[in-house]
C-alpha cells in the first residue's frame, strides 16, 4: 500500500459545548465554525457540523468529526473518525460522500487516512492521504 497527499484541512473550532460525564468519558462537541482545503481538493469548509468527541483521561480521546466542504460550488460531506493520544501522533479516517453525478464522485470510493499535525482550542490541521495499493 502506498499513500499520497491529497489535500490540507485546516479547521477553524468554536467554543466546546460540554454535555456531561458519560460511561466513555466526558462527551463534548466541537463545533465547526469554518477552514480551508488545499492540494488536490481545494474549497472551503463551511460553518457547519462538529466534533462528538469523548474524552477518557488527560491523554485519550476519541473525535468523530462531521462536516461540509465546498469545492467548486459542490457540497462534499466528510465523516472523519480517530482516536487520540496525546503523546503520539493521532491518524484518522477520512470518508467522503458526494453526489453521484458531480465532479467529485470518485471520492465516494477512495480510501483516505489523515493525520493531525497540529491543533488547539480554535483550530486543527490534518494531512489528508490517499492510500491505493500503487506508488
Known sequence: MHRKLF????IDLGQRLNVGQTEQGLFKIIPITGGTVTGK???R???FGGDFNHKYDSRFSRAHARYLIECNDELIYV???ANIDKKK?????????SDKNGNFSDLNYRTFNGKIVDGNDTHVLIEVYEVTDHA
Do not use: K, M, Q
Request: hydrophobic share 40%; no cysteine.
Open 41 to 43: 481538493l481545494t474549497g
Open 45 to 47: 469548509v463551511l460553518p
Open 89 to 97: 501522533d493521532s491518524f484518522t479516517h477520512l470518508h467522503f460522500i
Open 79 to 81: 465523516d472523519n473518525e
Open 7 to 10: 489535500a490540507t484541512l485546516d
